[in-house]
């Protein structure tokens, strides 16, 4: 079992800034990828971002629509993993969950059915 704690979300003008941070406890060492999604009122869940760990290194994933503003980054230490998110705009408004993926030889990190764990979310509103 994992468990996840999101924090960091808040109201924030456009253009400006959010770090968003995701708490994992629990069998923390069997997490292959950790990822980022968001859902907006009326809309389905969506894909962020993603982070994996593998004896190749770590690699990041992101959505054509927030590349280049937001970071996904991971603090083994501290069992976190971050977002930090730039450039805000009002259709970035949201509820943001961060998912975990336990299963050995996953690549499909866009997907919801690749993680096995999720966050209960945190929200993220832009004001125009």
């Known amino acids: 079992q994992v468990q996840l704690v999101e924090s960091g979300g808040g109201l924030v003008q456009a253009g400006g800034s959010l770090r968003l941070s995701c708490a994992a406890s629990g069998r923390t060492l069997s997490t292959y990828a950790m990822g980022w999604f968001r859902q907006a009122p009326g809309k389905e869940r969506e894909f962020v971002a993603a982070i994996s760990w593998s004896w190749r290194g770590v690699n990041t994933y992101y959505a054509d629509s927030v590349k280049g503003r937001f970071t996904i980054s991971g603090d083994n230490a501290k069992n976190t993993v971050y977002l930090q998110m730039n450039s805000l705009k009002p259709e970035d408004t949201a509820v943001y969950y961060c998912?975990?993926?336990?299963?050995?030889?996953?690549?499909?990190?866009?997907?919801?059915?690749?993680?096995?764990?999720w966050g209960q979310g945190t929200q993220v509103t832009v004001s125009s």
């Open positions: 998912a975990a993926d336990t299963s050995y030889g996953g690549s499909n990190y866009g997907q919801e059915v690749e993680y096995d764990y």
